[in-house]
């Protein structure tokens, strides 16, 4: 098989994290909050602030400039480390409505397993805050690549770092129309289409179907609890074989 018909096959699916793969019911805003009373002395600085679609440097520099601080590299340093950690001591504790979003127990194993598809990430979360929350769900060891945080504080530039990675593990290049951006939140959706990629808005999170649709996603669902429907986006009717 020639690497033009394999490109031709192949699809790379980056799913966002926080409301699209799972809900931490808060341990993200609440390890934030102890992490900035370590670093900077405040209490509840993310009391306010909207998260989700954002990323977290991003969301650090609203809270900063809320407070008239400055981006100093040492002391966000800082309060990664303090973040990290109270990150892992949240995810712990018992949570109502934390739980792994529906339908993923049964789409992520098969779609894992097929020859012509990759899991990745396209995430706001660093990186190293994105793999916690995924081990704490066993969500972990699905996904082959990412785009993070840390590669750039603009979602919109993160999909061009996700085809670089695949291009690193396979030897051709994706398509970008073979290529879906899948997520919770209009910002989403919107960060996949200037780079030409199909998009899935997922009713998970905090919006609602009325929020996603007006982005124009090519599919959208209230939730993946119907597998079957989402699998046959990517594969054929006789290879959906669901438990």
């Known amino acids: 098989m020639d690497d033009d018909h394999e490109s031709k096959h192949y699809q790379l699916l980056l799913f966002d994290i926080d409301g699209t793969l799972i809900r931490s019911a808060g341990a993200g805003r609440e390890a934030m909050n102890r992490a900035f009373r370590k670093t900077y002395g405040i209490r509840n600085g993310f009391e306010d602030i909207p998260m989700m679609g954002q990323t977290d440097p991003g969301i650090l520099k609203k809270v900063l400039n809320q407070y008239s601080l400055d981006w100093d590299d040492?002391?966000?340093?800082?309060?990664?480390i303090h973040y990290y950690h109270c990150l892992d001591d949240e995810l712990q504790?018992?949570?109502?409505?934390?739980?792994?979003?529906?339908?993923?127990?049964?789409?992520?194993?098969i779609l894992k397993n097929h020859p012509n598809i990759m899991l990745g990430l396209l995430t706001g979360n660093w990186r190293?805050?994105?793999?916690?929350?995924?081990?704490?769900?066993?969500?972990?060891?699905?996904?082959?690549?990412?785009?993070?945080?840390?590669?750039s504080e603009d979602r919109n530039q993160l999909v061009p770092v996700a085809f670089e990675r695949f291009?690193?593990?396979?030897?051709?290049?994706?398509?970008?129309?073979?290529?879906?951006?899948?997520?919770?939140?209009?910002?989403d959706i919107l960060c996949g289409k200037p780079h030409g990629t199909r998009t899935i808005g997922v009713a998970t999170g905090m919006h609602p179907l009325d929020d996603l649709l007006p982005e124009n996603p090519d599919h959208v669902f209230e939730d993946f609890s119907d597998a079957s429907s989402v699998l046959r986006l990517f594969m054929s009717e006789d290879e959906i074989d669901i438990k």
């Open 128 to 151: 190293y805050s994105a793999y916690l929350k995924l081990r704490h769900f066993g969500l972990d060891g699905y996904f082959t690549i990412g785009a993070f945080a840390d590669d």
């Open 74 to 80: 040492r002391q966000v340093n800082q309060f990664q």
């Open 93 to 109: 504790k018992p949570r109502e409505g934390k739980r792994v979003c529906a339908g993923l127990d049964q789409i992520l194993p």
């Open 167 to 187: 291009r690193m593990q396979m030897p051709f290049d994706i398509r970008p129309e073979n290529t879906w951006v899948i997520g919770d939140t209009p910002f």
